[in-house]
């Protein structure tokens, strides 16, 4: 089955409605490794896309995750705007033109996107980043192909979100802090469990 533009929509309103839920909870987690703005961060450039979402039509949508990459790039600032704004305009160079998304080319597009990120930020799997829930949810992804289970996305993506409280921070602020990085999530893994989560809430239907 093929995943419409309308759908995506939803995926991206759900997930910036969670964001702005989480926001105060997400900063929590930035605060305790980092500098305390990642909430505040997300739900700025979220709401820019809540309202680019109202003033697309359904459509193309590799149109759609381009506007989606500039919102983020120019209102979330910080180390995850770049990254997420980095990770949806490689969504859209894969969804250029396209109305529908098959499994596949889902497969195909976060790959570039996690490919984008870690060219980007330099980091590897296991640096405790949003990567080490990108690696594995992606990995899972491309190799279930059609037998894909959305609660396992989710379960994928849980798990190797609460895996990041072992590492030791090796890229971004949180790796200022060292040894005592260890022992909290990382809040950039944080908000990408919650873009698989809304990701497989809204294509499980
Ligand atoms: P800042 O650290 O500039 O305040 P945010 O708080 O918005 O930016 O985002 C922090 C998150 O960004 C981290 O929790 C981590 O997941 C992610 N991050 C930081 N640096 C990198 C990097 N080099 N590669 C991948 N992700 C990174
Ligand atoms: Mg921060
Ligand atoms: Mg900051």
Redesign the pocket.
Known sequence: MDFTCGQIKSWLLNLSKLIQEKKEEL?L??QA??????GI??ARGFKEVEQLLKETEDGDIGALFQRVSLALLSK??????P?YGTAFLKMAAVCKGKKALSLQEWGLALTEALNG??M????EPG??????VWEPVVDYMVRAGQDLSWQKVKDIAVQSMEK?KELQ?R?????FLGERSIGHV???????CYLFQTLADQLQK
């Open positions: 900063s987690y930035d490794i980092g500098d305390g703005d990642h961060n997300l979330v600032g910080g180390a995850s705007g990254l990120l870690k980007r930020g330099k980091a640096d405790k980043t949003m990567i080490d990041t921070a890229k971004g602020r949180a790796s990382d809040p950039g893994a944080v908000s990408s």
